[in-house]
């Protein structure tokens, strides 16, 4: 009498991990695209308790210096200070990838509401702002991005800023182009006709349709943020030592060039964050375009 | 006998949009729209109906010419929210596709429609209460009323019924329906907010033939049942002749003939309507308009019969 209570119980089971399964965007049920989510969601895990798992205090100066991975304990070996450079990949998770969510969330903040604007009122309006965003885009990203760090003085923080100077114009002229098409169709229109303000228009018929590509551009940008934020580190603009950034970690491999785990092993990290991050975005990308639904 | 007041009076309105060389889309048009009463503007392509509609509705400005709803000068939308005066003329677009936004439920895009005709009616009493310590006399339609009538529907799901649909259907995104069901469900939001004025662009274009009938009749049915006055626009003169009281012929930006749809129908004058008329196959909807005759085509300034 056993069995059909386990003929009861097992679909009930099976129905719910399989819509948790439909859920997730095609490109990422294929053994590569689950590859990348594992890797960005271990990233995601490390950076909320990279420094309680770490094995050594990622700032002690206690091992034996240039140590080579496996030597005195350190998986991954030692820098010239003696610490722990597994400890420290996992510590500075928090502050590369953590900082370039925060550069990513306001890039798309500042970004969209300026598209928004230019998109929804045009006229002057527009002219101004993507006069404005075009002037931006004609510097070269990581020159205008050093410019403006090394002007502010170098700092995390001051960093974060730099590439926000650089990252909003491309959300600026995307949402822009997203609201002007939205703005033709005829549900604008006959939202206006019944009395919706500017205000309730874009909130009601507007933004609801620019989310979903926006959210999928800043999930592509994250590792691009990721990988400028290393870079004005690697520069010298952004962390300050002791702070374990990978940017500046492989800014130091580069000076101990017989030292190769120096550079390689946070360079490693720097770049699977970049392709898993970049994986998930172009998943959702295609997740979110009816046209690739059918292919 | 007073003459009635017509909701809508266009007096030669012309419409240039921008550009190098500029476009008359519209050159001169005048008509009046009474309460109640169901009008059809045909004409072909790109003589300038969609650009009438916009203008009725204040979404395309005019470049000369007045046009007054009970009155009132309808002036173009600009930023700000439409004067509640003027939203009682509404309209039902011509692409199904963009008709609705796609990511809200069909019921809470009815919601809107009846929102508006509360806030009208609140608007309306207030006008009356403020009207009993004028000495005048009070006008009889005002431009706020919604003319609330006993046995209108009162939410979505009761909308949703009277336009032939599921009440249950208020849930459901727009991407589930078919595009006649997009088109009713478009009806009901523009109805609900009790309006003197529908225009509907053709509102059944994109239909296939057998569903075009149907839901050009279950618009005027509806709005003459509420006293709604409906301009119907459409290229399909077979149609048209099924609900229409009365006809607009428009040809290159001018009514060129208007009359009862009978008397236009059995007794054509201006010869872009008799070749309107005799391009009409079967009543079956895939109508397809006919270029003006030869002779005519050329006129710059074409004769207007009346
Ligand atoms: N936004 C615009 N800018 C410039 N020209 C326009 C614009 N909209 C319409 N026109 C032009 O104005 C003329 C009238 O267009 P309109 O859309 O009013 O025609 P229509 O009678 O509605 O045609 P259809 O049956 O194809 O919908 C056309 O020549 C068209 O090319
Ligand atoms: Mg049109």
């Known amino acids: ?295 | 006998m007073t003459e009635p007041m017509p909701v809508i009076s266009v007096r030669d309105v012309h419409v240039d949009y921008p550009g190098h060389p500029p476009v008359h889309a519209v050159r001169g048009v005048s008509f009046d729209l009474f309460e109640g009463e169901v009008v059809g503007l045909v004409g072909e392509s790109g003589c300038g109906k969609s650009t009438m509609a916009r203008v009725l509705t204040g979404l395309v400005p005019r470049t000369e010419g007045e046009v007054e709803f009970l009155g009132e000068s309808v002036e173009a939308l600009g930023i700000g929210r439409r004067p509640v005066e003027l939203t009682g003329i509404q309209m039902v677009f011509q692409d199904p596709g963009s008709s609705l936004n796609p990511r809200r439920r069909v019921g809470s895009q009815i919601m809107d429609g009846l929102k508006l005709a509360a806030y009208r009616e609140r608007r309306r009493l207030a006008e009356l209460e403020d009207l009993l310590d004028d000495p005048d006399l009070p006008p009889l339609l005002t431009r706020t009323a919604s003319r609330s009538l006993p046995d209108q529907p009162k939410t979505p799901a009761e909308w949703l019924e009277r336009v032939g649909l599921d009440a249950a259907d208020a849930n459901r995104y727009p991407r589930s329906f078919s595009g006649g069901q997009r088109q009713r469900i478009a009806t009901a939001r523009a109805l609900a907010a009790q309006p003197q004025v529908l225009i509907g662009d053709e509102p059944i274009s994109a239909l296939d033939a057998s569903t075009q009938a149907r839901v050009a009749y279950l618009m005027s049915t509806l709005a003459v049942s509420q006293g709604t006055a409906l301009l119907f626009i459409s290229h399909d003169l077979s149609v048209v002749r099924l609900i229409a009281d009365r006809l607009l012929v428009m040809w290159s930006g001018r009514i060129v003939e208007s009359g009862p749809t009978e008397e236009v129908w059995s007794n054509p004058g201006h010869p872009y309507t008799k070749s309107l008329l005799a391009a009409i196959p079967a009543p079956d909807g895939a109508g397809r308009l006919p270029a003006m005759p030869e002779s005519q085509a050329d006129f710059d300034a074409p004769p207007v019969i009346h």
């Open chain 1, 1 to 295: 009498m056993t069995r059909p209570q386990l003929t009861a119980d097992v679909p009930v089971r099976r129905s719910l991990t399989r819509r948790i399964w439909r859920a997730v965007p095609k490109g990422l049920r294929q053994p590569l695209g689950a590859v990348a989510l594992l890797i960005a969601l271990a990233w995601l895990v490390v950076c909320a308790v990279g420094p309680q798992i770490a094995p050594f205090d990622p700032l002690a100066q206690d091992l034996p210096r240039l140590a080579p991975p496996g030597e005195a304990g350190a998986v991954l070996g030692t820098d010239e200070l003696g610490r722990d450079l597994f400890s420290r990949i996992l510590a500075g998770a928090r502050v590369t990838i953590g900082l370039a969510l925060l550069l990513v969330c306001l890039s798309m903040l500042v970004g969209s509401t300026l598209g928004l604007v230019a998109g929804f009122f045009g006229r002057w309006v527009d002219e101004a702002i993507m006069r404005f965003t075009d002037l931006v885009l004609a510097f070269p990203t990581v020159i205008l991005a050093m410019v403006t760090a090394a002007a502010l003085g170098a700092s995390l923080f001051n960093a974060v800023l730099a590439a926000l100077v650089v990252s909003w114009p491309q959300y600026a002229r995307v949402v822009r182009s997203i609201v002007l098409g939205l703005r033709g169709n005829e549900f604008v229109a006959s939202g206006r006709l019944l009395g919706f303000s500017a205000g309730q228009s874009i909130r009601v018929d507007i933004l609801p349709n620019v989310t979903g590509p926006t959210l999928v551009m800043a999930s592509l940008d994250i590792g691009t943020a990721a990988l400028l934020l290393s870079g004005l580190s690697f520069l010298g603009l952004g962390a300050k030592p002791p702070t374990p950034e990978w940017g500046s970690m492989v800014s130091q491999g580069v000076t101990h060039l017989n030292q190769w785990w120096l550079g390689v092993f946070p360079g490693l990290a720097i770049l699977t964050v970049v392709i898993s991050f970049n994986f998930i975005g172009d998943a959702l990308r295609d997740a979110l375009d009816p046209g690739a639904e059918k292919a």
